[in-house]
């Protein structure tokens, strides 16, 4: 967001207010240019013969973002079959989908098998199973090298006790396996956990996939995930994309010479793609004092945006109705029958009642994990593309709460 003679606009001078006014609160927005300035970032960051990038769509599956991220170039990472199904919905070929579930039946593979997407297999059990029914069908890996990382032990995967991929340790029972079926695997996988910071770490676990990669003699593709670090706090802190992609790529073709051939470097970011270009919209219900706090009580909650209670995430938080003036300190909550507290001593300017509070970084695992609870409706998303807004889902109504509902009585 760009502040211009004390106003707010988005992308193309779109102001937000104007969105708050036509739509309604609360309300999140997409700037889809900001998500072509990330992808344009990530490509140019990297210099290798072939790369791709897959968008890992759990961060933000709506259609509309799909079928941009598929104009733009990109892939996607999908983890479950709906995901895959919504891909595919949006437009992808199968092909162009790389499917990592985690925990999954054989069933929900053999549906995968038949949509014919890329498979991306986490366990040995399922690598056994999954050889003696579809011996053919070329697999990706996901290999955990126990490296340990990223910002909050929710969210990092790669440590000891980390329930995704393959152990490293483990890797002469995963030949034994594709021996015993002849297995095709096309591809290996690592995705060590999100926010990791530190180039140093993602060159530790690129090195261990490297050294891994060459005794597998099929590969198509190597996939090192994600896991980059966005700026939440305007401070600048976030994953240095253009010193790893300067670095990584050195490694990259260095192994594709010994290896013999070029194969595709891929990665999977979502935060990265799409945290930037969200922007959620809520409207100040009540201003209130108490002995010690004063607090600014949206009309939203955990319900809506969930990462600060679920894993002290933080975001920033700006009042878009006053973009100048006298900045007085308050603690942001939520409208929910819980403890929901977006934000503590925020300087913010003097927030009037009907104000309407920006949440920033508001793109990626933030509508995707509302839900219903206190049963109150998901908001509306906006998409800000070329100049224009577009409303992309309609907040839901008393039909959806009571969607699927039967009653008996
Ligand atoms: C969640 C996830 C990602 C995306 O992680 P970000 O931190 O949002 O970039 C990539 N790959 C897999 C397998 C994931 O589960």
């Not at 995901?83 to 162009?96: I, T």
């Amino acid at each position: 967001m760009e502040l211009k003679d004390g106003k707010f606009y988005l992308t193309g001078g779109v102001d937000p207010l104007e969105i708050a006014e036509q739509y309604g609160l609360p309300v999140y927005i997409y700037d889809s240019a900001i998500i072509k300035k990330q992808i344009d970032r990530f490509n140019n960051a990297f210099s290798v013969k072939k790369m791709k990038l897959n968008y890992a769509c759990k961060a933000l599956t709506n259609i509309n973002i799909l079928k941009l991220m598929k104009k733009w170039g990109m892939g996607l990472d999908a983890v479950s079959i709906q995901e895959v199904r919504l891909g595919l919905h949006a437009g992808f070929k199968p092909k162009e989908i790389l499917y990592t579930p985690n925990c999954v039946s054989l069933e929900e593979l053999s549906l995968a098998v038949e949509l014919g997407v890329k498979i991306n297999i986490d366990n040995l059990s399922i690598l056994e199973q999954f050889g003696d029914h579809y011996p053919n069908y070329p697999l990706c890996i996901r290999l955990n090298p126990h490296v340990m990382a990223g910002g909050n032990s929710k969210i990092s995967t790669g440590h000891i006790d980390s329930k995704f991929g393959i152990s490293i340790h483990q890797l002469p029972h995963v030949h034994r396996i594709i021996e015993t079926y002849g297995l095709n695997i096309e591809g290996l996988h690592m995705h060590t956990g999100s926010e990791i910071l530190d180039t140093e770490v993602y060159l530790r676990v690129a090195d261990i996939l490297l050294n891994t990669a060459k005794d597998f003699k099929d590969l198509q593709f190597i996939d090192f995930g994600s896991g980059f670090k966005v700026s939440y706090k305007n401070d600048g802190i976030e994953t240095d994309m253009e010193d790893l992609g300067e670095q990584l790529s050195t490694k990259f073709n260095e192994f594709c010479k010994d290896y013999g051939r070029s194969l595709t470097l891929i990665f999977e970011p979502g935060k990265f793609l799409v945290s930037e270009s969200g922007y959620f919209l809520t409207k100040v219900n009540v201003v209130k004092q108490t002995t010690s706090n004063v607090f600014a009580g949206v009309d939203s909650g955990l319900n809506h945006l969930i990462r600060p209670m679920f894993y002290n995430a933080y975001h920033n938080i700006t009042n878009i109705s006053k973009a100048e003036g006298r900045k007085r300190i308050y603690t942001v909550v939520g409208y929910i029958c819980e403890t929901d507290t977006f934000g503590v001593n925020r300087k913010m300017t003097e927030i009037s009642e009907g104000d309407v509070l920006c949440f920033h970084n508001a793109g990626a695992y933030c509508y995707m994990m509302s839900s219903n609870y206190n049963s109150r409706y998901r908001p509306a998303e906006v998409l800000v593309h070329e100049g224009k807004h577009h409303l992309i889902r309609e907040r839901e109504t008393m039909d959806d709460i009571l969607k699927g509902q039967i009653s008996v009585l």
